[in-house]
C-alpha cells in the first residue's frame, strides 16, 4: 500500500458536462505516512474565489507523527491556494494575505493548522464563515469556525482538553502551542458516547446504518469553478 498520498488535480470539463481527462493538471501530492487521517475537502471561497483544502494529520493516533503543529508540513491543515495565478515552482499561485509568508521555514500555502481529520467543510456563501467538523480520538467530536492563521490545538489537546506530558514534549522539539497567538477552541463539542448512545438507540427503530469502509479505500472529493 504504498506510496500512499492524496493528489490534488484540475480537469477541464466540456460541454457535455464531461472531464477531459486529457486536461489534468496536478496541483499537490501530498504524502500520507499512514492510511487513515487523510481528509480531502476542498471548495472554493464564494468571497475571495480561492480554493481551501482540508488536510488529515498522518494518521495512526495521538498524533504520533506531531504533523499538525509543524508550520514546514501541509499535514493537519486548512490550505488555501489561488487555482487562477502561479507562483514561481509551483501549479498554482499563493495568496497575498496567506498568515505565514513573513516564516521562511513556514509552507505559504497554510491558512489555519492543529487539526487531527478536518472533513464536513462548508463556507456560508453570504457571511463567508467557514465551519469545519474535525473527526476526534476518543472522547470529542468537534465543529470549528476556521479562522485566518487559526491553531485548532491537535495535536497538542482533544478538544479543550490538554493530553498529559505533551507540552514537555512539544517544547523540547521547539514545536509552541502557547506561544501561538490564535489559539482557538472549539465552537461545538460532540461527545463520543453520546454519538454511539444516539446511533444505538436509532437502530430498533430502523433509521440506523452503519457501514464498515475497506482499508484503502480511496476517496474523491470535487468542487466546481466556472471559468
Known amino acids: 500500500q504504498g506510496p500512499k498520498r492524496s493528489i490534488l488535480s484540475e480537469f477541464q470539463v466540456g460541454d457535455d458536462g464531461k472531464a477531459d481527462l486529457s486536461s489534468e493538471r496536478i496541483f499537490m501530492k501530498i504524502q500520507q505516512p499512514e492510511w487513515n487521517h487523510n481528509s480531502g475537502n476542498i471548495s472554493f471561497g464564494p468571497k475571495d474565489g480561492y480554493l481551501?483544502?482540508?488536510?488529515?494529520?498522518?494518521?495512526?493516533?495521538?498524533?504520533?507523527?506531531?504533523?499538525?503543529?509543524?508550520?514546514?508540513?501541509?499535514?493537519?491543515?486548512?490550505?488555501?491556494?489561488?487555482?487562477?495565478?502561479?507562483?514561481?515552482?509551483?501549479?498554482?499561485?499563493?495568496?497575498?494575505?496567506?498568515?505565514?509568508?513573513?516564516?521562511?521555514?513556514?509552507?505559504?500555502?497554510?491558512?489555519?493548522?492543529?487539526?487531527?481529520?478536518?472533513?464536513?467543510?462548508?463556507?456560508?456563501?453570504?457571511?463567508?464563515?467557514?465551519?469545519?467538523?474535525?473527526?476526534?480520538?476518543?472522547?470529542?467530536?468537534?465543529?470549528?469556525?476556521?479562522?485566518?492563521?487559526?491553531?485548532?490545538?491537535?495535536?497538542y489537546r482533544e478538544a479543550m482538553h490538554d493530553f498529559a506530558g505533551r507540552e514537555q514534549l512539544m517544547q523540547a522539539l521547539k514545536l509552541s502551542f502557547r506561544g501561538c497567538l490564535r489559539n482557538i477552541m472549539p465552537f461545538l463539542l460532540f461527545g463520543v458516547l453520546m454519538i454511539l448512545l444516539s446511533i444505538l438507540a436509532m437502530i430498533p427503530l430502523g433509521l440506523g446504518m452503519l457501514i464498515l469502509a475497506p482499508v484503502g479505500m480511496i476517496s474523491i472529493y470535487v468542487c466546481y469553478k466556472d471559468i
Open 52 to 155: 481551501y483544502i482540508s488536510v488529515g494529520d498522518g494518521g495512526l493516533r495521538d498524533g504520533v507523527h506531531l504533523l499538525a503543529q509543524r508550520l514546514q508540513s501541509w499535514s493537519g491543515k486548512v490550505l488555501r491556494i489561488d487555482v487562477d495565478s502561479r507562483s514561481p515552482g509551483r501549479e498554482y499561485g499563493i495568496p497575498e494575505d496567506n498568515p505565514f509568508l513573513d516564516n521562511a521555514f513556514a509552507c505559504p500555502e497554510i491558512w489555519a493548522l492543529g487539526l487531527r481529520n478536518p472533513w464536513g467543510s462548508w463556507i456560508d456563501p453570504e457571511t463567508g464563515l467557514f465551519w469545519l467538523a474535525d473527526v476526534g480520538q476518543d472522547f470529542f467530536e468537534e465543529v470549528n469556525l476556521i479562522e485566518r492563521g487559526g491553531n485548532y490545538g491537535w495535536n
